[in-house]
């Protein structure tokens, strides 16, 4: 089943640097032929260093080809993990900020800016609570939600508002190590359908390291789990039809301690997990950004796997017409 799916060779997007990473992948809402992507990563040293800088992409679908290239940074700031999202008026970026005060402490917030075209953008603005770290978010009838995580807290808290103003805790801890004895719940793939259905791929870094997928309706205070049984790290993911995902992140092969970015299919009814494909990929490798393009779908990811060094990479992968009928 699923042998529909054809992977096209992947094209390097980002320009020349230490390490290019942290990708986010999004239509551009502002191009009316529709012949353009909006990819953002991360610039930096290395994979954790203090100059990190953001680079937002405008991208031609049929070429990969970059077409405008912008650069946001903040003076003494590692800007990581930009994510992007829409809210019908303006593309929003967020990131996490991070700096070293003069007494040697850390400071960290949440930091957005906005485009109404695509070109320019909006200076910063600070949101959220300091050392909470708001993952990605999906807007539902004007909000924004997302899910933040702090790891000393051990879970997660569900965060309403507008990131352009602000955000807040709407439901504290609503998993974790206290309620489900599962440990270091963080990064999300967070939402939400035309319903107002919420769903979200939870990765985990302790104990069994096994992902978690999360379900709730508007309001959504009550959530259900269910434990994935593999780990995802930096889920992102797309809904093909009511109760059918893609999903795509990095896997462990744990013996030979591998590292590959793979692309899986979610059923949520049977809550079956099957993996569709492995992206060419090694090392130091993930979180992906998903666009799906009728039969096609766009994956922007970093990855090692050319000369040891982490690169931004933009896939093309075709066939999902075929795979969505396989699912009636």
């Keep these: 089943m699923f042998g529909c799916i054809e992977i096209e060779q992947p094209k390097r997007i980002s320009k020349p640097a230490n390490h290019a990473a942290f990708t986010d992948l999004h239509r551009n809402p502002f191009d009316q032929s529709n012949n353009t992507l909006v990819c953002c990563y991360r610039e930096a040293n290395c994979h954790i260093s203090p100059e990190g800088k953001i680079k937002i992409l405008i991208i031609e679908k049929d070429s990969a080809k970059v077409i405008r290239n912008t650069t946001l940074s903040l003076p003494d700031y590692d800007l990581r993990d930009p994510k992007l999202s829409f809210d019908r008026r303006r593309l929003i970026l967020t990131c996490y900020a991070k700096t070293i005060l003069s007494n040697g402490q850390m400071f960290t917030k949440m930091v957005s800016f906005f485009s109404t075209t695509g070109h320019s953008w909006s200076s910063r603005n600070d949101f959220g609570d300091s050392r909470w770290w708001l993952w990605n978010l999906a807007w539902f009838k004007g909000d924004a939600y997302g899910f933040a995580y702090n790891r000393p807290s051990e879970f997660i808290s569900l965060y309403k508002g507008d990131p352009t103003r602000s955000m807040h805790a709407y439901r504290k801890n609503v998993f974790g190590l206290g309620k489900q004895g599962k440990g270091y719940p963080n990064e999300s793939a967070f939402l939400i359908d035309g319903d107002g259905e919420a769903s979200v791929f939870l990765r985990r870094d302790a104990d069994t390291f096994s992902a978690q997928f999360g379900m709730a309706s508007p309001p959504y205070v009550k959530w259900q789990w269910h434990d994935l049984g593999i780990y995802i790290g930096g889920p992102a993911a797309i809904m093909l039809k009511k109760g059918h995902f893609l999903v795509a992140g990095r896997h462990i092969d744990w013996e030979k301690r591998a590292f590959s970015t793979r692309i899986w299919h979610f059923n949520a009814v049977t809550k079956s997990l099957t993996e569709l494909a492995v992206l060419p990929s090694r090392g130091d490798t993930s979180y992906p950004g998903l666009v799906r393009d009728g039969d096609v779908l766009f994956c922007s990811y970093y990855s ?18 075929k795979l969505q009928k396989q699912l009636q």
């Design 304 to 321: 090692c796997h050319i000369d040891n060094e982490a690169r931004v990479y933009l896939a093309k992968i075709s066939g999902l017409n």
